[in-house]
């Protein structure tokens, strides 16, 4: 009869788990969807456009040739680490420096139209109001 009461306790407790659990997932989705209508979706961060291929290469270089210092130090080893550093660092700076200016004359182009648009409403609505 002990093994019966135990077992009645064991399923009332794992009956209050399962409820424990529905009542935390309802909370999580309750949230989640409070969230998603007051901020709106989360997108997640995009890489810049300015990481390629060629930069790709630079890096698995680079891995490549530290595994072979940290293998045998000599000084070839360092100094073909140390270039490919620098010409990966140069690459990507020429690049990230390429990739803002373009975003930068994008940003320029869309204020100007913004502002001809504002100019172009002001002088219509001038012309509604002296009527």
Known sequence: MSWMSNRSAALEKLNVRKGIC???????ESI????KE???LYELRQHQPCFDEEFSYF??????LKM???QDP?????D????VRLEGSRHFRNKKKGYLKAKI???ESNRSKISETCIGASVTLRRITSL
């Open 59 to 64: 890096l698995d270089r680079r891995k490549q």
């Open 105 to 107: 004359d994008e940003l």
């Open 38 to 40: 007051s901020r709106g």
């Open 80 to 83: 073909s680490l140390r270039n």
């Open 22 to 28: 529905r009542a935390w997932e309802t909370i999580k």
């Open 74 to 78: 000599n000084k070839s080893n360092v």
């Open 68 to 70: 072979r210092w940290l």
């Open 32 to 35: 989640e969807i409070s969230a």
